[in-house]
């Protein structure tokens, strides 16, 4: 009776982990997908210039007391602003990849994968669960050759010394992964012209910024719209294709030597688009690995719960504060810090080399209704500002406002806190998007005088 007590709360606690690690995870990602959004934003271009200033600017020597004192922030700029670049060029090779117009929200798609993938990290699979009772009972085996080997040492610090060195392989396992993820991620930058040499970069960069202005040019949003829906329905046809040839498959073994081939005619790539082979990448074998590296750090912090967490106090007592530290630590930087970077390299690779067709529906889905809402957006805005008794002057005052600087420009994210006062609401990403489309962008600011425009032309409309 007791044993199936004991199994039920490590159960319980297995549960409660799991859901408190991918909760970590989703909320370590938001900074992340917010750069994800602001490379959405801005265009190739605004990232050529800011290159640009950037290297006029360094040709100034400062003084050293100046330097000291900005390093740490002109650092984290750089590699903000790297990270921008990396993303404006997978986000191209995506487009490209997969023949997608320019409007098209590779941001959107990127947070409804890690959304999709999310969710699989509560879900232990059977197969899962045999992999834990093998790691379980390795424990206790590990723990009969210790009591062996150091007869004089308690039979519960047995336990959590076998307890850190799984603790430490398994980070061992999560850098090895994370490394590995590294790589295909740098190597889809090589095969969307990304340069180490900043001049190579800024040509690269520059090119692209002519070919999307171009695009721009002859793009409109319900155009855009039919073509997003019809590679959606094509890689649906796709899927269906691929499932029943895996029937067909299982059912008559001899045809496998064309599997390749297949392979290769149902991943809809587009023609003409980059190469791009990353040795030992397969999604579902990675995915898997994925999912089982989340479910065993998950059951290491319910085994230190349930085992360890009660003989911490004599460990420090025994051996000191590093040793005590040393138990929780790999665990600690596995969920604070490595499964947030598998995690999302993981979803940027995958998302590149292929294209889920229900991820893609709900993204299709979502940008049908922001094109059907840039035609409702002033007119919703202007019957708002009506029920509230407000006039387009308290929209400008307020807008005005918000332009300390007097260029005419607010950043999209003040734009959306003023409306939204004045009752049109809608959440970020769904704005930043309705935004992409009514309105040309500076960066990630925008000219808030066509927002009063549009409202004065509905206004006209509605007389």
């Known amino acids: 009776m007791l044993a199936f007590q004991v199994a039920d709360l490590t159960i319980f606690l297995l549960a409660l982990a799991l859901i408190l690690q991918s909760t970590c995870v989703f909320l370590l990602l938001r900074d992340q997908n917010g750069r994800a959004e602001r490379a959405e934003l801005i265009t190739t271009q605004d990232l ?20 000291l004192f900005c390093c740490g922030r002109a650092a984290k700029k750089r590699s903000n602003h790297r990270e921008l670049v990396e993303l404006r060029l997978i986000r191209r090779l995506f487009l490209h990849r997969f023949g997608l117009p320019q409007l ?17 990290m509560i879900e232990v699979e059977p197969s899962m669960w045999i992999v834990l009772l093998a790691v379980a009972w390795s424990i206790c085996g590990v723990v009969e050759v210790l009591k062996q080997l150091n007869t004089d040492m308690p039979e519960s610090h047995d336990l959590v010394e076998a307890f850190v060195m799984f603790a430490w392989v398994l980070m061992l396992l ?45 793009e409109e949003a319900d155009k855009a719209l039919e073509v997003m829906s019809c590679i959606q329905e094509h890689h649906e046809e796709l899927e269906f294709q691929r499932r029943r040839n895996k029937n067909i498959e299982a059912q008559q073994p001899k045809t496998r030597g064309s599997t390749g081939k297949r392979r290769e005619s149902f991943s809809g790539v587009m023609p003409g688009s980059p190469s791009i082979d990353i040795r030992f990448f397969s999604h579902k074998g990675w995915h898997i690995g994925v999912m089982l590296l989340l479910v065993l750090n998950g059951f290491l912090v319910t085994l230190f719960v ?14 000191g504060t590093l040793p005590a ?7 600690v930087i596995n969920s ?6 598998i995690f999302y390299d993981f979803v940027i690779v995958s998302s590149t080399l292929r294209i889920d067709s229900h991820t893609l529906s709900d993204v299709v889905e979502n940008f049908s209704e922001v094109v059907r809402l840039r035609s409702e957006f002033a007119t919703s805005l202007l019957h708002h500002m009506t029920q509230q008794e407000l006039a387009i002057s308290d929209l400008q005052a307020e807008l005005n406002a918000r332009d300390t600087s007097g260029s005419g420009f607010i950043e999209v994210d003040d734009l ?9 609401r809608l959440t970020r990403f769904r704005f930043n998007s309705v935004v992409k ?15 009063v425009r549009l409202v004065l032309m509905a206004q006209n409309d509605s007389l």
């Open 48 to 67: 050529v210039n800011s290159m640009t200033s950037t290297k006029t600017s360094t040709e100034s020597v400062p003084s050293f007391a100046p330097t």
């Open 306 to 319: 349930q085992c360890a967490f009660y003989d911490m106090d004599d460990i420090y007592e025994d051996f």
């Open 437 to 451: 489309l009514l309105f040309e962008l500076e960066g990630t600011t925008v000219a808030y005088s066509n927002v």
């Open 325 to 331: 530290i040393m138990v929780p630590l790999p665990l």
């Open 104 to 120: 098209s929200p590779f941001s959107k798609y990127l947070n409804r994968a890690q959304a999709s993938q999310i969710a699989h």
């Open 174 to 218: 999560h850098i090895m992964m994370f490394m590995y993820f590294r790589s295909c991620v740098r190597h889809l930058l090589h095969s969307a012209a990304f340069s180490n040499d900043k001049a190579t970069l800024t040509a690269n960069l520059t090119a692209i910024a002519q070919e999307e202005a171009n695009a721009w040019q002859n």
């Open 336 to 341: 604070l810090f490595l499964q947030r970077r």
């Open 416 to 424: 959306r806190e003023v409306l939204s006062k004045f009752g049109f």
